[in-house]
């Protein structure tokens, strides 16, 4: 029989996860917090649960995890009704994790919100008077909070975000290993997909294509999102409710691959085609697009300010005679989809090296939309490396 290990994509190293328990643990007794609360229920922003414990929550199904700041963690998740499942000696999936309490909650099944809420609740009540700091408060449910406030009435509750995330956010040899292999993928992965482009053929076929290359290569989730019409026109990449629409001849292509790779890490690779020759106009807001890109990934360096990159870039988009940005075309990537730092008016975390960025610049005008999407890693001494091989050029076929 094989053993549960071999079961795992990618595992991450043993040595990766002592070293983030180790800084995390670090920080906690530094900002005097004794317990750490996460929750998700999805991989696509559910980072902290998959960076604690190199398991992602999925399928919608909640994943709490409880992670003290001295002893192993407890993991609360989709299971039978009692199940308590103890690690004495480690467990080689839940590797860090002391103990698993499995009970049957459902979002769509409101009266059993409190499930995961109680047993969390019996998990922590060693720390009826300590410190619990929250991870990631927009995903962590009303019912959780609310019912470990009344159980533990005389413990402070704060958010540890800023505690964590900078941890998180700076990368290690092992995990930027990783993340050059999701790189890889897409780059294969996009090749794939804009070379079965012709007439004829619907965006889910083709956003189909790259999925499945992305699985071969390790993929576990993602986001395939497209867009297609006459050459002309404006538009906006979606997903896949919407990609039904057949390729014509004359039409403009864009494709956005943003899944993750072996081991979990996310990047993002945007292209565009033209079935037949691109426009004056398309190629003009091409090479503005990738101007637009190179002008941000110049002003990566460590301890940059987001909101002087994202004020200076806006002032660039509006003196070239282009609109603003007014959502994010720039962050940080890793578990999460979209990782901090975001590059944006309202970010506070600081630009270190070993930090890698999606950069995306994108807009349409009443006669074309354009954009480009790439990972750029900054290293410590201030170079900025693109992370994709794939050639950012306009791709014309037919």
């Not at 698993?100 to 047993?119: I, V």
């Not at 930027?176 to 012709?198: C, N, T």
Request: charged content about 25%; hydrophobic content about 40%; some cysteine.
């Amino acid at each position: 029989m094989s053993k549960p290990s071999d079961r795992i994509n990618h595992p991450i190293p043993d040595a990766e996860l002592d070293r983030r328990w180790t800084a995390i643990r670090f920080a906690m007794e530094a900002a005097g917090i004794d317990v750490l609360l996460a929750q998700a229920s999805n991989d696509f922003m559910g980072g902290y649960v998959k960076y604690l414990t190199d398991i992602p929550a999925t399928n919608g199904y909640v994943t709490t995890v409880v992670f003290p700041r001295d002893e192993p963690m407890v993991v609360i998740g989709q299971g039978a009704f009692g199940t308590d499942l103890q690690f004495p000696d480690g467990d080689l999936v839940r590797r860090g994790v002391g103990r698993f309490l499995g009970t049957p909650s459902y979002a769509s099944a409101h009266f059993s919100a409190g499930y995961d809420a109680d047993l969390a609740a019996s998990a922590m009540g060693r720390y009826a008077h300590g410190t619990v700091g929250m991870l990631g408060t927009t995903a962590i449910s009303l019912a959780l909070v609310d019912s470990l406030r009344g159980h533990l009435p005389g413990a402070r509750f704060i958010d540890a975000s800023d505690v964590v995330d900078p941890i998180k956010a700076v990368k290690s040899a092992d995990e930027l290993a990783l993340v050059r292999r999701a790189a890889a993928a897409q780059d294969l992965a996009m090749r794939e997909a804009m070379s079965a482009v012709r007439p004829g053929i619907r965006e889910l076929e083709i956003a189909a294509i790259a999925e499945e290359v992305g699985h071969s290569e390790g993929s576990e989730q993602g986001l395939f999102l497209s867009y297609s019409g006459p050459g002309s026109s404006p538009g906006q990449i979606v997903n896949r409710h919407l990609q039904h629409r057949v390729l014509e001849d004359g039409d403009q292509y864009k494709l956005l691959i943003e899944n993750n790779g072996p081991g979990g890490f996310y990047c993002e690779l945007g292209r565009s085609l033209v079935i037949g020759a691109a426009t004056d106009e398309m190629r003009k807001q091409h090479a503005f697009i990738l101007e637009a890109q190179d002008y941000c990934a110049d002003r990566l360096h460590p301890g940059a300010n987001s909101r002087e990159i994202w004020d200076a870039y806006n002032t660039f988009m509006r003196e070239n005679g282009r609109p603003e940005e007014r959502r994010v075309h720039f962050h940080g990537q890793g578990y999460d989809m979209v990782e901090r730092p975001l590059v944006r008016g309202d970010e506070t975390m600081s630009i270190e090296g070993n930090m890698y960025f999606a950069l995306h610049p994108a807009f349409s005008t009443p006669t074309s939309y354009s954009f480009a999407s790439d990972d750029y890693l900054l290293h410590p001494d201030g170079r900025v490396e693109r992370l994709h091989e794939y050639p950012r050029e306009l791709i014309e076929i037919g």
